[in-house]
Structures are given as C-alpha cells and as structure tokens.
C-alpha cells in the first residue's frame, strides 16, 4: 500500500515482502560487528523504490543469524557483504584454527553461563569464548569460533555471542 504526504511516498510492507527483504540479510547489529545497512535500504532493493521514501513493517523480521527483531532503521549486513566476508579465513593469520560451534555445543556451553555483560555489566568479566575453549578443549590462543546461533543468557535472555562478556557459573 502506497501514499504520498508532503512528497515523501509512504509504503506499507507486507508479509510477502519482508520475507523477500528477509532472505537478503546475513545478520543484524546485535550479532553482526559489520552491520551498517538499514534494513529499509534493503526493503527498497526489494519493492524497487527510491527517492524520499518511508517503509513502515507490520511486524519485525527476524534476524537468520540471531532471531533479534529487525525493525526499518535496524542495521543489516546483506547479501553482498556476505559475499565480500567470504575471504574472511584469507585475512586470518595463518596459526588461526576456526571452530564452527553446532547447538549440542552451545547449548553445554550455554549451561555454564550465569548472567552476562547486560544484566550485570559489573559482575561480567570473561568472554563466551572462554567456555567455549573450555567446552571444546580448544587451544584459546589460536581458536576463533563462529557460532550457528546466538546462546542465550539465563538471567536476562539477552544474546550472548563469542565475545560477549558472561559471569560463569
């Protein structure tokens, strides 16, 4: 649905819609350090519009990364982007070893967390990442992880990511 106030076209996006826009997107700012995209950019590729336009969403789109809500003004990283981090392991040093972390792993990591850097940013001192060498038994000197999915944290609920600073238990 589309209308004109004061030269600015108003759309109204629906559910086939953001779903195409959806399938566009790699992460959002929560997960994603490089996200610099509104996801709105990304709702004009999808309905081919331009100029001075407002997008207003019936619902939030999940990001596929993390499940956090992405709304309008929410940064992305697209398609594209994804294209470019492709070379990411490239950039790496060579003694890097990077470890791909399944839900079975993250979710016996996850046990051990018990607040994190949101709900006690006093109390939070070390990494996920940290259980994550610990779960693994990977060197911690030289493992980088990529996670399938955000953990959660138990007290807050908020995403915890590799980096994310945790209280463990």
Same mark, same amino acid.
């Given at each position: 649905? +589309?209308?004109?106030?004061?030269?600015?076209?108003?759309?109204?996006?629906?559910? !086939?819609?953001?779903? +195409?826009?959806?399938?566009?997107?790699?992460?959002?700012?929560?997960?994603?350090?490089?996200?610099?995209?509104?996801?709105?950019?990304?709702?004009?590729?999808?309905? +081919?519009?331009?100029?001075?336009? *407002? @997008?207003?969403?019936?619902? =939030?789109?999940?990001? /596929?990364?993390?499940?956090? =809500?992405?709304? %309008?003004?929410?940064?992305?990283?697209?398609?594209? %982007?994804?294209?470019?981090?492709?070379?990411?392991?490239?950039?790496?040093?060579?003694?890097? &070893?990077?470890?791909?972390?399944?839900?079975?792993?993250? #979710?016996?990591?996850?046990?051990?967390?018990?607040?994190? *850097?949101?709900?006690? =940013?006093?109390? !939070? *001192?070390?990494?996920?990442? @940290? #259980?994550? &060498?610990?779960?693994?038994?990977?060197? /911690?000197?030289?493992?980088? @992880?990529? #996670?399938?999915? !955000?953990?959660?944290? /138990?007290?807050?609920?908020?995403?915890?990511?590799? +980096?994310?600073?945790?209280?463990?238990?």
């Amino acid at each position: 649905m +589309k209308h004109q106030i004061r030269g600015i076209e108003l759309i109204a996006v629906g559910e !086939a819609s953001l779903l +195409k826009a959806q399938e566009q997107i790699t992460g959002c700012q929560a997960c994603t350090g490089s996200a610099s995209r509104p996801f709105q950019s990304v709702l004009a590729q999808v309905l +081919k519009s331009g100029g001075a336009t *407002e @997008y207003f969403i019936c619902s =939030p789109v999940e990001c /596929p990364r993390c499940a956090s =809500p992405i709304l %309008e003004t929410t940064l992305v990283t697209g398609q594209e %982007e994804r294209r470019s981090a492709e070379t990411w392991p490239l950039e790496l040093p060579e003694s890097t &070893d990077v470890v791909f972390i399944d839900d079975l792993t993250l #979710l016996e990591a996850q046990r051990f967390v018990s607040g994190c *850097e949101h709900c006690a =940013p006093e109390s !939070a *001192e070390i990494t996920f990442d @940290y #259980l994550l &060498d610990v779960v693994t038994g990977c060197d /911690p000197t030289i493992t980088e @992880y990529v #996670l399938c999915h !955000a953990a959660k944290c /138990p007290r807050c609920r908020h995403n915890v990511m590799e +980096k994310t600073l945790i209280i463990p238990e």
